[in-house]
């Protein structure tokens, strides 16, 4: 594949079932989809119908037969297998994510790093997915068996394509289930190509499928009664539709939803590290990060540093063509979100936050940039706790700092949201450190550091930012169900 911005056309089917790509069986218009750096088509997506969706999970279905039947180990090799090809393909993988997601080639290489690396990881896993024995009186006992659930539907979110369809697609696998996945339509590229990868490591056919479109396929994938579970990526509003439809079916569901975290930065942290932690904390793929600390809380002793040095940082974030090395920021997903983007820092300006550097759009130098989606990363300061700007998930690249005096009164403004994704606290006091994180009502708190993602940590939120666990040995609950098994060694005593 070409590794130039605005060259790549996709002509393939887009929908992957039984093994292979095919064409949507039904759906409604063909939609477009664009490369986010230059405003461009990159291709059209058909949505799929009911009747596709249906063709998808009877695939499925029929794949679950073989896949679950098979031990922990031999799914373990088949899993390995799919690490292997994805490592192998990095560079290939990446590109198409940084086409069709705008982020820069820098940080789609990581994500799909940590995607090849949850894999292997629930590799290792699948071999010890096990019950325990039980003794019971006079020789008698039980046993529990931890089974798979069957059919798993996959929605997932347009930030973190392929890495989010790996961190569902691989404890699901891993225990013994089957996926059929629908990204979302901005984009639906990268999904595909984890599909063939799976079908070429061995697994067996039908076992992981693509069905594409936005909300009607989701819903009709939601409702099919032979959908066991949902794990969901997306928005707040989304994720109580999602959950009221596994409800008509009593499903379980994971919800992997939106949040407004809180970074807190004392004044005895180690100001280098706490700068570029905020950075981390807010700059990844455009600021379009479910787990983002947007609400820099700091000290107000070193407010006036720390301002600085973060401002003086982020006008030297590098934004320009994605797939540039030295690029750093690439383009926000779609010209709608970058008017939403704009029309927050607007009100923010409105309601008498400062900006301090950025929130304009940029356009770059080069002429075939100049149809993309770009802006300047942005820090608000003069910010209060009761700005839109401070209350909303943005999904930009947009920091809002807040000074405090008080450890006390930190705890409560930061943990004052409906969200409770995610938090992180800067300090060398180790107590505080943790005294603090275990105030925090958030299910991710990093302490000294911030929006890394080892695999072997179960990522996921507390209060309006969802429930259930991706990632870490926690996942493996979320995809299996426990089967009891009660063992008579004596005879039967009737109370009839
Ligand atoms: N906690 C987490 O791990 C993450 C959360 N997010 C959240 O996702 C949001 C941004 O992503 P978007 O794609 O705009 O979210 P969204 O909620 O609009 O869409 C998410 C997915 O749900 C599908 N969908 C939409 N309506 C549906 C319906 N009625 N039934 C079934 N499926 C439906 C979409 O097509 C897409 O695939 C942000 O709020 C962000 O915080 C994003 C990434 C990670
Ligand atoms: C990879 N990480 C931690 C930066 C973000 C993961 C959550 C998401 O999909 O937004």
Excluded at 407 to 430: S, W
Excluded at 482 to 489: F, N, P, Q, R, Y
């Amino acid at each position: 594949m070409s590794s130039v911005t605005g060259t790549v056309t996709i002509h393939q089917p887009l929908n992957y079932r039984a093994g292979a790509r095919v064409q949507p069986a039904d759906g409604g218009q063909a939609e477009d989809v664009y490369e986010p750096a230059t405003g461009r088509v990159i291709t059209k997506l058909l949505s799929s119908g009911e009747k596709e969706v249906d063709l998808a999970v009877q695939s499925a279905k029929a794949a679950f037969k073989i896949w679950s039947q098979m031990s922990g180990m031999e799914r373990s090799r088949v899993l390995l297998e799919a690490a292997r090809i994805i490592r192998e393909q990095r560079e290939e993988i990446a590109t198409l994510e940084t086409i069709n997601n705008g982020k820069s080639i820098f940080e789609a290489r990581v994500d799909i790093d940590i995607s090849w690396q949850c894999l292997e990881y629930y590799a290792g896993l699948a071999g010890s997915l096990a019950g325990e024995h039980i003794q019971l009186p006079g020789g008698s006992f039980g046993y529990t068996r931890r089974e798979p659930l069957g059919v798993c539907a996959g929605i997932g979110a347009w930030n973190y394509p392929f890495q989010v369809a790996c961190w569902k697609a691989a404890p699901a696998l891993a225990c013994g289930n089957a996926m059929v996945f629908k990204p979302s339509p901005f984009t639906p590229l990268t999904v595909v190509r984890l599909a063939e990868i799976f079908t070429e490591a061995g697994v067996p056919k039908g076992l992981f499928n693509v069905v594409q479109g936005g909300a009607a396929t989701g819903q009709f994938l939601c409702h099919h009664p032979d959908v066991a579970k949902i794990s969901f990526t997306g928005s707040v509003p989304t994720g109580i539709k999602i959950m009221g439809m596994a409800a008509k079916g009593i499903k379980p569901v994971t919800l992997e939803l939106g949040g407004k975290s809180p970074l807190i930065i004392f004044s005895d942290c180690a100001l280098e590290n706490a700068v570029n932690g905020a950075l981390m904390a807010n700059f990844l793929t455009q600021g379009e990060v479910c787990c983002n600390g947007t609400r820099v809380f700091v000290e107000r002793k070193i407010l006036d540093v720390f301002t600085k040095e973060v401002v003086k940082r982020t006008q030297k974030i590098k934004i320009g063509d994605p797939l540039l090395e030295d690029t750093r920021m690439g383009a926000l997903i779609n010209r709608p979100h970058l008017d939403r983007v704009q029309g927050f820092i607007k009100q923010a300006k409105e309601q008498g936050a400062e900006v301090l550097c950025g929130g304009d759009l940029y356009v770059p130098d080069d002429p075939k940039l100049k149809n993309g989606y770009y802006m300047q990363p942005c820090v608000l300061g003069n910010c209060t706790d009761d700005m839109t700007c401070v209350k909303e998930e943005i999904f930009g690249p947009v920091m809002s700092i807040l000074p405090f005096d008080t450890e006390e009164e930190v705890v409560e403004r930061a943990n004052n949201t409906k969200f409770g994704l995610a938090g992180g606290v800067f300090t060398r006091d180790i107590q505080k450190a943790h005294r603090v994180v275990a105030a925090l009502k958030a299910g991710m708190c990093f302490i000294n550091n911030y929006n890394i993602s080892p695999v072997e940590l179960p990522f996921g939120g507390y209060k309006a930012s969802g429930f259930g666990r991706e990632n870490g040995r926690a996942a493996m609950e979320y995809y299996s169900q426990l089967k009891t098994v009660c063992v008579e060694m004596g005879d039967v005593e009737s109370v009839f």
